[in-house]
């Protein structure tokens, strides 16, 4: 098929590409709209002029606008997705579907709330970085017994469903359940909901910035960017090593944080079944348990001095929450898909990097 984008006449959208596009530039927005009220608050204490932050201000507010056009763009394309009406183009370069109506009205809305005519009127209370899920439609879900999901899990779902392919692919690159990933992104979601990404700590100075964010969460299931789990997960080469700014900006996707958390509990599994007592590849509580409480070494020390024949017993809050919501985790993905083959995988070997990270 011709590509599309070589009518200049074309107006679409590349999919999942663009999906990843509003995800970044909404929090780009939010990021601009946190440092401007930080830095306005510390110039002010110091009785300085304050036009810097408000020149920032600035810059968000049109950060923001362009989001909205950006967001409402995404309904109307999900919308022709889940209603199959539409035009659909799959060519060598991706798959696009047509807007015949690119002229779309661009609200202003006051700096960090959405715009009320581009979300639904029962906004889902979601944590900041599945706040693109309020953008896509929601499918009135039921559970077996017929009764409704809360609107944050139909919200959550529908976001599952667009990012389905990635959280498979990953899920089979290490040999453990999907509904892993799916229970991890979900509770940080639905049950940590946190308003903005890491907030900017005011008064740490322009220099320190950087290295204080880079050690906070970020993307789907808060992954911490500098924590020691993440820096063994890349030095035992599940993942290659990368430097503070790269990781960060690769964790602030929506795939970057799908293929680290894949790559986490691939991990985690990996150390549990060397002695042969354990395997928790589809063990979505005790997988959960070790992403949201431990890192490698920790758990190979907790595994020595673990008595033989001792069961493993998940109770933090992460994994007691996937044990408690079986439905949420079935209506997003089977937990073994009867097309979910797992493939030998090899030791992992570690992977140099062009910007190591020190252990």
Same mark, same amino acid.
């Given at each position: 098929?011709?590509?599309?984008?070589?009518?200049?006449?074309?107006?679409?959208?590349?999919?999942?590409?663009?999906?990843? &596009?509003?995800?970044?530039?909404?929090?780009?927005?939010?990021?601009?709209?946190?440092?401007?009220?930080?830095?306005?608050?510390?110039?002010?204490?110091?009785?300085?002029?304050?036009?810097?932050?408000?020149?920032?201000?600035?810059?968000?507010?049109?950060?923001?606008?362009?989001?909205?056009?950006?967001?409402?763009?995404?309904?109307?394309?999900?919308?022709?997705?889940?209603?199959?009406?539409?035009?659909?183009?799959?060519?060598?370069?991706?798959?696009?579907?047509?807007?015949?109506?690119?002229?779309?009205?661009?609200?202003?809305?006051?700096?960090?709330?959405?715009?009320?005519?581009?979300?639904?009127?029962?906004?889902?209370?979601?944590?900041?970085?599945?706040?693109?899920?309020?953008?896509?439609?929601?499918?009135?879900?039921?559970?077996?017994?017929?009764?409704?999901?809360?609107?944050?899990?139909?919200?959550?779902?529908?976001?599952?469903?667009?990012?389905?392919?990635?959280? &498979?692919?990953?899920?089979?690159?290490?040999?453990?359940?999907?509904?892993?990933?799916?229970?991890?992104?979900?509770?940080?979601?639905?049950?940590?909901?946190?308003?903005?990404?890491?907030?900017?700590?005011?008064?740490?100075?322009?220099?320190?910035?950087?290295?204080?964010?880079?050690?906070?969460?970020?993307?789907?299931?808060?992954?911490?960017?500098?924590?020691?789990?993440?820096?063994?997960?890349?030095?035992?080469?599940?993942?290659?090593?990368?430097?503070?700014?790269?990781?960060?900006?690769?964790?602030?996707?929506?795939?970057?944080?799908?293929?680290?958390?894949?790559?986490?509990?691939?991990?985690?599994?990996?150390?549990?079944?060397?002695?042969?007592?354990?395997?928790?590849?589809?063990?979505?509580?005790?997988?959960?348990?070790?992403?949201?409480?431990?890192?490698?070494?920790?758990?190979?020390?907790?595994?020595?001095?673990?008595?033989?024949?001792?069961?493993?017993?998940?109770?933090?809050?992460?994994?007691?929450?996937?044990?408690?919501?079986?439905?949420?985790?079935?209506?997003?993905?089977?937990?073994?898909?009867?097309?979910?083959?797992?493939?030998?995988?090899?030791?992992?070997?570690?992977?140099?990097?062009?910007?190591?990270?020190?252990?």
């Amino acid at each position: 098929m011709t590509d599309p984008t070589a009518n200049p006449a074309f107006s679409g959208i590349k999919l999942p590409t663009f999906d990843d &596009l509003v995800s970044n530039h909404a929090r780009a927005a939010s990021a601009l709209e946190q440092l401007a009220h930080d830095l306005w608050a510390e110039l002010n204490k110091l009785g300085i002029d304050t036009s810097p932050a408000i020149r920032i201000r600035m810059l968000a507010q049109r950060a923001r606008s362009h989001m909205t056009d950006l967001q409402s763009r995404q309904r109307q394309v999900h919308a022709l997705r889940w209603e199959g009406t539409g035009a659909q183009y799959c060519t060598v370069s991706g798959t696009f579907w047509e807007l015949r109506d690119p002229s779309l009205p661009t609200p202003s809305p006051r700096p960090g709330e959405p715009p009320p005519d581009l979300v639904p009127p029962d906004l889902a209370h979601l944590s900041y970085e599945l706040q693109s899920a309020n953008l896509l439609p929601r499918r009135g879900r039921l559970r077996p017994d017929g009764t409704p999901f809360s609107r944050e899990e139909d919200a959550v779902l529908s976001w599952m469903e667009v990012h389905r392919e990635t959280i &498979l692919q990953e899920a089979r690159r290490w040999n453990i359940s999907p509904q892993a990933i799916v229970a991890a992104i979900g509770w940080e979601a639905i049950e940590n909901p946190q308003p903005f990404r890491h907030p900017i700590p005011a008064g740490s100075g322009w220099g320190k910035i950087h290295q204080r964010l880079a050690r906070w969460a970020t993307g789907p299931g808060k992954v911490h960017t500098d924590f020691p789990l993440v820096k063994q997960i890349e030095k035992r080469g599940y993942l290659p090593r990368r430097s503070l700014g790269d990781r960060e900006s690769i964790l602030s996707t929506d795939k970057g944080s799908i293929k680290y958390i894949a790559a986490i509990m691939g991990g985690f599994a990996d150390v549990t079944e060397r002695d042969g007592r354990y395997n928790i590849r589809n063990d979505v509580p005790m997988l959960t348990q070790l992403y949201q409480g431990s890192d490698l070494v920790k758990w190979e020390g907790d595994l020595r001095r673990k008595p033989t024949g001792e069961p493993l017993r998940p109770g933090n809050e992460m994994a007691v929450w996937a044990q408690k919501h079986p439905e949420f985790l079935a209506a997003a993905l089977e937990k073994q898909p009867g097309s979910f083959t797992f493939p030998p995988q090899p030791s992992p070997q570690p992977t140099p990097g062009t910007s190591p990270t020190p252990p």
